[in-house]
């Protein structure tokens, strides 16, 4: 049960695109099409902002989007807005009825 | 659709607690659901899974032998008997609901545990 890797931070200008990676192995975010990811403001709850890879919820700005290749998945965030300053985490299925965060990264739009 | 926990506390090592979780708004009997932890200033840590009728659960290696994660589907409820508490277990404890899509589409707001002598 080794966590996912992530960048620590982040960061991009106003009206940028941003990548965030998220590393595992073939037993998790390889192995499943079950990656997600979340956004967390300080104090609060996380946020489901993508589920299995690629599909956003309902009211998750289509600026949010998502994509896997072999073991790295990765949310990629367009036209950078302040508020969109958090942290965020990935999770993977890995088999089993387990699960799996990331470390988190701290997104900062400058 | 909404969850609340409730239990945290301040417990000394070796000490247990129980957390619930109310569930609102949703068919609660009808969805798998988690506790999900973040230590202060650190990461999510998922730490345990129950099955929709309760028939299995399934645990971090971390907190396996010394949580038990149940329901009662009756009353909408979750809980989270912590045993065995250790200074690593403190930590803010959520809820999360399984959206049948093996994400967490529901989170309750946390519940606080802080395990000191």
């Known amino acids: 049960q080794s966590a996912l890797t992530q960048p620590p931070s982040a960061s991009g200008s106003p009206g940028q695109s941003v990548t965030i990676s998220c590393t595992g192995a073939?037993?998790?975010?390889?192995?499943?099409?079950?990656v997600s990811w979340f956004q967390q403001y300080p104090g609060k709850a996380p946020k489901l902002m993508i589920y299995?890879?690629?599909k956003r919820p309902s009211g998750v700005p289509n600026r949010f989007s998502g994509s896997k290749s072999d073991n790295t998945a990765s949310l990629t965030v367009s036209g950078l807005q302040a508020e969109d300053e958090a942290n965020y985490y990935c999770?993977?299925?890995?088999?089993?009825?387990?699960?799996?965060f990331g470390g988190g990264t701290k997104l900062t739009v400058l | 659709e909404q969850l609340v926990e409730s239990g945290g506390g301040v417990v000394q090592p070796g000490g247990s607690l129980r957390l619930s979780c109310a569930a609102s708004?949703?068919?609660?009997?009808?969805?798998?659901m988690h506790w999900v932890r973040q230590t202060p200033g650190k990461g999510l840590e998922w730490i345990a899974f129950?099955?929709?009728?309760?028939?299995?659960?399934y645990y971090a290696d971390s907190v396996k032998g010394r949580f038990i994660f149940s329901r009662d589907n009756s009353k909408n409820t979750l809980y989270l008997h912590m045993n065995s508490l250790r200074a690593d277990d403190t930590a803010v404890y959520y809820c999360?609901?399984?959206?049948?899509?093996?994400?967490?589409?529901?989170w309750g707001q946390g519940t606080m545990v802080t395990v000191s002598s």
């Open positions: 999360a609901k399984d959206g049948n899509n093996f994400a967490f589409d529901v």
């Open positions: 708004g949703f068919a609660f009997s009808r969805f798998n």
């Open positions: 129950i099955r929709w009728n309760g028939g299995d659960q």
């Open positions: 073939s037993s998790d975010v390889g192995g499943y099409e079950y």
């Open positions: 299995e890879v690629t």
């Open positions: 999770s993977s299925y890995a088999g089993n009825n387990i699960w799996v």
